[in-house]
């Protein structure tokens, strides 16, 4: 997983981007985190919507991009 802040001051909102050329469609983000994520027509994940995240779903998005066995999901603060 990799976490990266945008800017020193934290919106408080979370920003999710799954790497389309590392994914191998394995689902585990699907499967921790529906809320967050959803697999497109090949079977790969990707973030709903604009990939911004509730602060209350970050301890799933954490969850899901520790799972991911491609180390395809980038998570950000802010
Ligand atoms: Fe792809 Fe990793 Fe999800 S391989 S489908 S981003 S668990």
Redesign the pocket.
């Known amino acids: 997983m990799t976490v990266a802040r945008r800017n020193p001051a934290p919106s408080g909102a979370w920003h999710v981007r799954?790497d389309r050329a590392?994914?191998?469609?394995?689902?585990?983000?699907?499967a921790l985190a529906p809320e967050i994520?959803e697999?497109d027509a090949l079977?790969?994940?990707r973030a709903i919507g604009d990939g911004v995240v509730a602060p209350a779903l970050v301890g799933k998005l954490r969850l899901?991009a520790a799972?991911?066995?491609?180390h395809?999901?980038t998570v950000a603060e802010g």
């Open positions: 799954v590392r994914c191998q469609g394995h689902a585990r983000c699907v994520f697999a079977g790969n994940g899901a799972n991911c066995p491609e395809a999901i």
